[in-house]
DNA sequence: CAGATACCCAAGTATTTTAGTCGGAATTGA
DNA sequence: TCAATTCCGACTAAAATACTTGGGTATCTG
């Protein structure tokens, strides 16, 4: 049930992404700040693109921004961009991916899971996520690396 | 994010055993209603029956059956036994998993999401998984197989 | 315009996890 | 005794994950 780097690289970065504000962003330096294998992450970055969650900067001085403030891009956005669908099981989605989908007990409770995850990521931008780490912040300062 | 096979054959092997009732029964038995290789499903069950979910009878006439009622058995307890942890990212169960843990605002999401799926599945017992499909059965009657 | 800085992109590989198999031992009811 | 059945550990196959490589293209700066 775990979410794969995939995802939780993704999220480091927009975080990232949203914590620096402004400026294109240089992949390698988002990279080296949230200890992701460069190359990797720039794969995810392109991903993030097309899905419409950041913009890219060619050329010297270039990088990476958010296509959008931090208040309208949730993390479910960015999960669903590079992980595809959260459910925890495919019937979920499709009714043909079990010969018994429409009246199996079972997949009520995988929706419910489901349902319920959507809702917290669906829910949660990253203007909170940030919000939350400014308070996190306060009370335990971190050195800046 | 998918539950893995493990937890998924393992819930429906349980549910299978909260089905049939009583008596000892035979793994094969499971095996071919559930459609489960029956190697891999042994597997399973051992685990089951280590986490007291399920007992065995040994021998001939032996089998498996629940070792509580349904209304005991927890779909989290399945998946315990089968899955470990549900939760999104290691980082929500051992503080030492990353290094900023303690003051990560990605954690409180993570934390959100792990709270709120073990709400559901651990208060999804057999029994109502029992009573749904009763219910459904009765709008939409399956053949028996 | 040269050169450096970055993004762009597709294909390849390594690692890990998942899923499933196999063979034989031990137990028990008939 | 013998057939049914669980017990158990080790093995293998397949799939997914997590990267790496290598070359291309745009753009800024001097």
New binding site residues.
Partial sequence: M?I????R?GIRAVFDLAQQGEG?????S?ARRQR?????L??L??TL??AGIVD?????????RLAKPPRDVSVGDVLHAL?GSVAPSECVLSTDSCERSGGCAMRLVYRKINESIENIIGSTTFQDVLDDQRRLDERAPQEVI
Same sequence: chains 1, 2.
Avoid: D
């Fill in positions: 775990k794969s780097t995939k995802g690289y294109p962003i240089p992949l390698s988002i992701v294998p460069e190359a990797y720039e794969q970055l392109q693109k097309r890219a900067v060619r050329g010297a001085q270039g990088g990476y992980e």
